[in-house]
């Protein structure tokens, strides 16, 4: 994912799949790259990624996102 920069990653499939949606709907291009391994899903990340030029403006409305409460 060239001009692609990560910015969330997680354990958990949800919570990276709301950070995604979250940033989808507030207009930032949003893709998940997921790095769980298929036998063990408790190991390895879904990572998050926007383009370079978004990255700011995502980090900043992550920033304001309650990630504990999204997947509780």
Known sequence: MQDWKKVFSSSQLAASSMVMGI???N????KTLNKQD???VFLG???????LDMYEK???LIATIQISTIVS
């Open 23 to 25: 940033l989808n709907e």
């Open 27 to 30: 207009e930032i291009p949003a």
């Open 38 to 40: 298929s036998s063990y």
């Open 45 to 51: 990340e879904v990572e998050v990624y926007v383009p």
């Open 58 to 60: 995502a980090q900043a």
